[in-house]
Structures are given as C-alpha cells and as structure tokens.
C-alpha cells in the first residue's frame, strides 16, 4: 500500500492518492494498523506538547489505544485472553474517540 496526502491547499483540501496491492487487502486489519500505530504515536508526541493529556484520562486511553494497535501488528497465535480484551478494549476507545483526535 502507498498512500500519499499532499499539503493543504488554499480552498483548504488535500490530494489524496491511494495504491493498493493484493496482499494488503488479505489482513486488512493488520495493514491499517500499520498506519494507524506511528500517526496514533505521532499524534502523542505533537499533542502532548499542545494539551493536557490528563484531561478525562487522555493519555491513558491513547496509550491502550496504542498497545492495542501494537498487539494486533504482533499478530502472533500465543496472544491470550488478556491480551485480546486489551486489543478490544483499545478499539473500542479508539471508536470513540475518532473524531476527537486533533488538538
């Protein structure tokens, strides 16, 4: 997968261009966590510097987030119980807090 997203432009919308290739679309769960995990990390680091993460448990829940995303790149069959309900716990915090990740 390529993905290009070019700078803002003046009517304050971005190019888009998106580059599949078969194999990413056969574990599509572990391909858009590898994009999502360094943006979620990235995201801390230049947030981190901007807002309080303590508000409403911030920093906490990004950091489940994060493990989440890291455990399901991991993808190995020895992941147990405990870690499953850490991916989904994750996720789910994730799912809702989507439209909250800017600052």
């Given at each position: 997968?390529?993905?290009?997203?070019?700078?803002?432009?003046?009517?304050?919308?971005?190019?888009?261009?998106?580059?599949?290739?078969?194999?990413?679309?056969?574990?599509?769960?572990?391909?858009?966590?590898?994009?999502?995990?360094?943006?979620?990390?990235?995201?801390?680091?230049?947030?981190?510097?901007?807002?309080?993460?303590?508000?409403?448990?911030?920093?906490?829940?990004?950091?489940?987030?994060?493990?989440?995303?890291?455990?399901?790149?991991?993808?190995?069959?020895?992941?147990?119980?405990k870690e499953n309900k850490l991916i989904e716990k994750g996720l789910k915090i994730f799912a809702s807090k989507f439209r909250?990740?800017?600052?």
């Amino acid at each position: 997968m390529k993905v290009t997203i070019s700078d803002f432009k003046k009517n304050d919308k971005q190019d888009v261009s998106i580059e599949f290739d078969e194999f990413d679309t056969y574990n599509l769960d572990k391909t858009l966590a590898l994009i999502i995990l360094p943006s979620l990390k990235e995201y801390k680091r230049q947030a981190g510097r901007r807002i309080d993460m303590r508000y409403n448990n911030f920093g906490k829940n990004l950091n489940i987030m994060i493990k989440a995303f890291e455990l399901i790149i991991e993808d190995n069959c020895r992941i147990i119980q405990k870690e499953n309900k850490l991916i989904e716990k994750g996720l789910k915090i994730f799912a809702s807090k989507f439209r909250n990740l800017w600052w």
